[in-house]
């Protein structure tokens, strides 16, 4: 199994503000990487496809980066809509998630 | 509108069979080349996929649970299965279905999801 480790587990930032998320695979997976936002007693959604690609809906605000190993998922201004916990999910032999990292306002 | 609903028991005890249904609307499951899947949530906890099928062809599953793990498609009632033995409360957790891409060169993204159902394994 392809292990996904983010950072950090949680985090608190003002609203304005920029936040990054990194997730870093156990090994290379080029750009098979996803990443999903979820708000509480919901499911998942869909934000960003391999690795950079904002899904079509989605806020600017929201990006993404990286290949090979490592990969980083950006808010460029924090807003109190984008309370949540997030995850990446990398595809590139079967499926796993990394354990999320949870947002919340400061 | 592609809509995915899960259903089954909420509650299964220990070594029984957890068994849920998917019901697919807005779209045929037999739509080429996508896959159907599997994910859950342990309360509190992250996700973790299941498995995934396609409606017609090869089925994968995650290797952990491969063992009690089936998964299978119905096209007649547009519908997707989870068959799950040998539970314990390890295997409480909301469960997901979801869709995601399958052909080649496709990003394997789950791009919609049911609502989740909450299985709580329990005497």
């Known amino acids: 199994d392809i292990q996904m480790t983010q950072s950090p587990s949680s985090l608190s930032a003002s609203v304005g503000d920029r936040v990054t998320i990194t997730c870093q695979a156990s090994?290379?997976?080029?750009?098979?990487l996803n990443w999903y936002q979820q708000k509480p007693g919901k499911a998942p959604k869909l934000l960003i496809s391999?690795?950079?690609n904002l899904e079509t809906g989605v806020p600017s605000r929201f990006s993404g980066s990286g290949s090979g190993t490592d990969f980083t998922f950006t808010i460029s201004s924090l807003q109190p809509e984008d309370i949540a916990t997030y995850y990446c999910?990398?595809?590139?032999?079967?499926?796993?998630f990394g354990g999320g990292t949870k947002v919340e306002i400061k | 509108q592609l809509q995915l609903q899960e259903s089954g028991p909420g509650l299964v005890k220990p070594s029984e069979t957890l068994s849920l249904t998917c019901t697919v609307s807005?779209?045929?499951?037999?739509?080429?080349?996508?896959?159907w899947g599997w994910i859950r949530q342990p309360p509190g906890k992250g996700l973790e996929w299941i498995g995934s099928?396609?409606?017609?062809?090869?089925?994968y599953y995650k290797l952990s649970l491969k063992s009690r793990v089936t998964i299978s498609v119905d096209t007649s009632m547009n519908q997707f299965s989870l068959n799950l033995n040998s539970v314990t409360a390890a295997d409480t957790a909301v469960y997901y279905c979801?869709?995601?891409?399958?052909?080649?060169?496709?990003?394997?993204?789950?791009?919609?999801w049911g609502h989740g159902t909450l299985v709580t394994v329990s005497s």
């Open positions: 391999d690795a950079s």
């Open positions: 807005g779209d045929s499951i037999s739509s080429s080349p996508y896959y």
């Open positions: 999910q990398q595809y590139d032999n079967l499926f796993s």
């Open positions: 979801a869709r995601h891409g399958g052909a080649p060169g496709d990003p394997r993204k789950f791009d919609y």
């Open positions: 090994q290379d997976i080029s750009n098979y």
């Open positions: 099928v396609p409606y017609s062809g090869r089925t």
